[in-house]
């Protein structure tokens, strides 16, 4: 099955082609980037505003606003968290809570500082919502059939088809995703993985999941062992650096021991419920399109003029679906 599956996705990738260059010259291999930029409009698909998260933070010291737009995952995953995230949000519950944790080269998490940081010796500041879910441990994955992956999955040539969390790794609906064949080769696990940006649920020891009441995102090299550990519920899609460039935390795991350096949450909101007109717009590219083949293709084997040697393959990570803010004109 590995081994069919294996020649598919490298004729579908070679089926790239450079733009041919005149004579002898060296032929001209357009950028990531230059490929996205020349995306036809159809190849882009709206993301609703119900699936987006908006946090507005503090402004920073120049007076500056600050805000992150995380985008929610699809279902089936994480949606027993998600549906919390939306009743929390609905009900302004993240409203003065903080920015209270970043650990460098790993994560930013928010929510409140009481149950953040309970070595601290501080006492729960907020009551949660009554009603929210209890969500099992089973749902850091889904069950799949065999043929409902992406077009697009990552070989791995020095490591044949997997890498090393999963038997192997692809995009479908515009997020990356990896999987685990079962003993009957015909009942699969998936789940979402920890990428840079990704927007995960802090919780206690097992078998605690979480609520969704607290949430971190990714700023440092993709934590791939919190696969299937923690539930991943989304992604940071604009404002990313308005977390990773916050000060370290200088207590355990990155929280701040002085209460005054975390940063103050203003408002965090559905996209759907912003009291803004026109409300924040977003877009990514399909990914079941050859326009991201090809974007694909060249994340995986950078021949632009820059690079010397193509890599050979990428690891999931390493190629970030496009999203890009939608204009009025």
Known sequence: MNR??????????????????????????PSPNAIVDTAPASEWLTIAPSDLLVMDLAPD??????????QLMPEPFSQGWIRNIRKLAAAHWWDGTSINRV??????????????????????????????????????????????????????????????????????SG??????????????????????????????????????????????????????????????????????????GKGQLGFYEDASKRVPITSIRLGNALAEDPSPAFEYLDTESEVFAQ??????NRRDPFFIKPAGGADICNIPVPVRRVTEE
């Open 175 to 248: 997020w990356p995703l990896a999987q685990e064949i079962g003993d009957d080769t015909r009942t699969l696990s998936r789940w979402p993985v920890h990428c840079y940006g990704a927007v995960g649920v802090g919780r206690n020891y097992s078998p605690d999941t979480g609520s969704g009441a607290e949430l971190y995102t990714v700023i440092g090299h993709a934590p791939r062992h919190l696969d299937r550990n923690i539930a991943v519920v989304g992604r940071v899609i604009e404002g990313i650096e308005h977390l990773s460039s916050l000060p370290r």
């Open 295 to 300: 974007y694909a293709d060249a994340r995986a």
């Open 4 to 29: 069919i599956i294996a020649i598919a996705l490298l004729a579908a990738f070679a089926a790239t082609t450079p733009v041919l260059a005149q004579d002898n010259e060296k032929p001209d291999y």
């Open 61 to 70: 010291a120049q007076g500056d606003a600050r805000r992150v737009v995380i």
């Open 103 to 172: 650990q460098d080269n790993y994560v930013v998490q928010w929510g409140d500082a009481g149950y953040d940081n309970p070595e601290s010796g501080e006492t729960e500041q907020k009551a949660l919502l009554e009603g929210l879910e209890t969500v099992p441990e089973s749902g850091y994955e889904t069950e799949a059939t065999a043929g409902k992956q992406g077009n697009i999955v990552l070989w791995h040539p020095k490591n044949q088809l997997t890498d090393s969390y999963s038997d192997w790794t692809w995009f479908e």
